[in-house]
């Protein structure tokens, strides 16, 4: 992780508990996530419900964070790392808070695709959701750490996701196309796969500012290519 120049041993609490803040609302992103997911493939419908609840934690969790960094930067007017480091946890809690809402819109298709019968056994969708909330909890864990190789792999399995949406979209429209019955059941499975595809370019998109964070290298239309052909530098 980057140096930082503190001022006094209270800021350095104040960074560690902004830290600590990200992370837990981050964890709830996470479960929430993963709850929608097994709410999916076992059709429990207490389960989506609880996980739609704690969307309003999620949704405070990303004021409350807010209001740190814009303390922090009024009160302790940071410089360096600390001043870089703030202002990323103002972005990524934008994303983690999103994130939530794209949880709460799988539940919803979960309770929606449970008043019919299952169109067909789940097999890719839960590999891309598992795949999903690992990309979620690598980003922040790179995001703790300070870690650019953890956020590569990161972008790295945003690709796997994209392909394994791209394999279920045809694999839905050709059900559709065989039966247009079926096309309600297939449609709600196929908002569920947008949203896990939609989750993992959030997490992304908070890798792709870690990488920025500590490279200075804006990789965020260039991909890894960027990275390893000299990005765009900060400024």
């Not at 960074?15 to 992103?29: N, P, T």
């Not at 309770?111 to 097999?123: Q, T």
């Amino acid at each position: 992780m980057p140096q930082r120049e503190h001022s006094s041993k209270h800021f350095e609490h104040e960074l560690i508990h902004l830290r600590e803040r990200v992370l837990a609302m981050g964890a709830r992103v996470e479960r929430m996530i993963g709850g929608g997911m097994r709410a999916l493939v076992q059709r429990n419908e207490d389960l989506a419900r609880e996980m739609i609840a704690l969307d309003n934690e999620v949704d405070h969790d990303e004021q409350e964070i807010d209001e740190i960094c814009i303390r922090l930067l009024a009160q302790r007017q940071p410089v360096a790392s600390d001043l870089r480091f703030i202002t990323l946890c103002m972005k990524v809690v934008t994303d983690l808070e999103r994130m939530g809402d794209l949880a709460v819109n799988l539940c919803e298709r979960a309770l929606e695709l449970m008043e019919e019968p299952l169109l067909k056994p789940l097999i890719d969708l839960p590999r891309m959701g598992d795949l999903a909330q690992r990309m979620v909890h690598s980003a922040l864990d790179c995001l703790i750490e300070g870690n650019v190789e953890q956020a590569e792999k990161v972008l790295q399995s945003d690709d796997a996701v994209d392909q394994i949406y791209e394999q279920i979209f045809r694999e839905l429209i050709s059900f559709i196309l065989e039966d247009p019955k079926t096309a309600k059941r297939a449609i709600g499975l196929l908002f569920a796969a947008k949203h896990l595809e939609r989750i993992g370019d959030h997490a992304t998109n908070i890798a792709e500012m870690v990488i920025f964070w500590i490279k200075g290298k804006d990789v965020r239309h260039g991909g890894m290519a960027a990275l390893h052909n000299g990005g765009t530098p900060a400024g």
